[in-house]
T-cell receptor
Framework: GQNIDQPTEMTATEGAIVQINCTYQ??????LFWYQQHAGEAPTFLSY??LDGLEEKGRFSSFLSRSKGYSYLLLKELQMKDSASYLC??????????WGAGTKLIIKP | DVKVTQSSRYLVKRTGEKVFLECVQD?????MFWYRQDPGLGLRLIYF???????EKGDIPEGYSVSREKKERFSLILESASTNQTSMYLC?????????????FGPGTRLLVL
């Protein structure tokens, strides 16, 4: 079956760095997405990886290793507004998105 | 900016009622999707559509149907609501199949079936 695993919850301190991991087992691979979802709101797109390596976008970076079925989202200089759930999703061979359950990130002052 | 709107933020219905959830996007996107989101689970795809009058079953279509009569509008129908359909329903749209094919989400409808 298809499976996306990410930690349920993480806690970090304002100003620090946090890494949210995602491992996947899917039938085929056509890209990996990270979305941010604040409580009670819609998910919004953060990043996309289809080739191995690191994609940097401001304070957020996303890394992919296709051979290991592994990705992480790195958040630097954490701000209180970064408190949210972070969803990992993989596009499979049918171009359908398979979603992880999300990681709830709690930022403490 | 892409805008995806959903007809209601909150709905309370009774078991056995017919429920309509409407979704409209204003960016001429080809693809539209209906998901449900439950605590501890990833988004689960109910139905999707790649074109007007076209629909495909997702992972959990049982108990649901959809309608896409116009490109911008995708409706989710619960023919006879049941308590296990209490959930957050998210609509999304995307412009095509290839490339950085991000999905744009509506604000969600939180449905409670009593």
């Amino acid at each position: 079956g298809q499976n996306i695993d990410q930690p349920t919850e993480m806690t970090a301190t304002e100003g620090a760095i946090v890494q949210i991991n995602c491992t996947y087992q899917t039938s085929g691979f056509n890209g990996l997405f990270w979305y941010q979802q604040h409580a009670g709101e819609a998910p919004t797109f953060l990043s996309y990886n289809v080739l191995d390596g690191l994609e940097e976008k401001g304070r957020f970076s996303s890394f992919l290793s296709r051979s290991k079925g592994y990705s992480y989202l790195l958040l630097k200089e954490l701000q209180m507004k970064d408190s949210a759930s972070y969803l990992c999703a993989v596009r499979d061979s049918n171009y359908q998105l398979i979603w992880g359950a999300g990681t709830k990130l709690i930022i403490k002052p | 900016d892409v805008k995806v709107t959903q007809s209601s933020r909150y709905l309370v219905k009774r078991t056995g009622e017919k429920v309509f959830l409407e979704c409209v996007q204003d960016m001429d996107h080809e693809n539209m999707f209906w998901y449900r989101q439950d605590p501890g689970l990833g988004l689960r795809l109910i139905y999707f559509s790649y074109d007007v009058k076209m629909k495909e079953k997702g992972d959990i279509p049982e108990g649901y149907s959809v309608s896409r009569e116009k490109k911008e509008r995708f409706s989710l129908i619960l023919e006879s609501a049941s308590t296990n359909q209490t959930s957050m329903y998210l609509c999304a749209s995307s412009p095509g199949l290839a490339g950085v094919e991000t999905q744009y989400f509506g604000p969600g409808t939180r449905l409670l079936v009593l």
